[in-house]
């Protein structure tokens, strides 16, 4: 018997096998879970269809989370298909590049409006027409990251919106704690995933940030797999509103410098 054997989870945010989201459904489906997928745009669909199918997913639905009407069509099939399930995560992001390199305080309205809009505000909007359908029990999850708490920099207006996610997920928590349903965002550290490769200097940063951890490496797609399966089960029934760090102990380092430097080394060279 698996951790999540005969439950229903529904993935948002697989774009191909790099994913985060992609992480998490292979760790879902060894746990027993039956998985559903959205997609966005047929140039998706063509890397998320045989993904899900590789997992017996037989829910593979196109939904473009800013848009109201895809968002209302997809669970108008997932009630028809499914009728209830257990499980919600969300791992959806997005920013105008322009506004992920140079000064923050260049971010012009618009792209305020659409990073906070999909990266943000996406996660009640596909919240609030999942509750009918979970059941007593269910989970929803969502990604988030550091940048949220302390300047990354040209994180820039992505660090606002996951501000913005995090403060959702505790006012969803409290929403939806009535009706035995749970809300929690796992904070993952670097990982190069097809968001993150869009990024100027990742690879730099992956390096820099992988010799900074206590695990002193990376966190992988896999590691975040078993957290959020630990986070959408009944092991983790008491916890909800919460922010779990999947980071390799990143966050919890005030100050690094290698200590090997300074053996031997006269005080004020
Ligand atoms: P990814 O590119 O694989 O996933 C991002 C997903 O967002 C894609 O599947 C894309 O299709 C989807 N998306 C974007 N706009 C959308 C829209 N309008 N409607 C529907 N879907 C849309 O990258 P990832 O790194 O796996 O990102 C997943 C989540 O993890 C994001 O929330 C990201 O912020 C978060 N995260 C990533 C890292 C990292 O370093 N990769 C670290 C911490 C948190
Ligand atoms: O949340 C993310 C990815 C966010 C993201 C990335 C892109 C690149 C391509 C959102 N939108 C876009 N739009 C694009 O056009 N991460 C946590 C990964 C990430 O992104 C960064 C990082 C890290 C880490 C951007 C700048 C600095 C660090």
């Known amino acids: 018997m698996g951790l999540l054997s005969g439950k229903r989870a529904l993935i ?139 300047v990354i920099p040209n994180y820039n207006v992505m660090g606002v919106a996951k501000a913005a996610l995090e403060c959702s997920v505790r006012y969803l928590a409290n929403d939806l704690g009535t009706k035995g349903i749970r809300v929690n965002a796992i904070s993952a550290g670097p990982i190069k995933t097809l968001a993150a490769s869009g990024v100027g200097g990742f690879k730099t940063m992956l390096k820099t940030a992988g010799e900074m951890t206590p695990l002193r490496r990376n966190v992988t797609q896999d590691e975040v797999g078993t957290t959020a399966t630990y986070l959408s089960s009944s092991w983790a029934s008491g916890v909800t509103g919460e922010v779990l760090y999947v980071d390799a102990g990143a966050n919890i380092i005030g100050m690094s410098f290698d200590e090997k430097k300074e053996e031997g080394t006269p005080a004020a060279g």
């Open 12 to 150: 948002f945010g697989v774009a191909n096998d790099r994913s985060i989201a992609w992480g998490i459904a292979k760790a879902f489906h060894s746990e027993g879970a039956e998985l559903g997928f959205n997609f966005l745009g047929e140039a998706l669909e063509k890397r998320v269809r045989p993904l899900a199918e590789s997992v017996n997913a037989k829910l593979i639905l196109p939904c473009d989370v800013s848009k109201d009407d895809q968002i209302d069509a997809f669970y108008k099939e997932v009630a028809k298909i499914w009728g209830k399930f257990d499980i919600l995560v969300h791992c959806v992001a997005f920013a105008n590049k322009d506004e992920l390199s140079g000064a923050f305080s260049n971010t012009s309205r618009s792209g305020f409006h659409l990073a906070l809009d999909i990266s943000a505000y996406s996660l009640i909007a596909i919240t609030r027409p999942a509750v009918p359908l979970l059941n007593e029990g269910g989970s929803v999850l969502t990604l988030t990251y550091y940048g949220s708490e302390k």
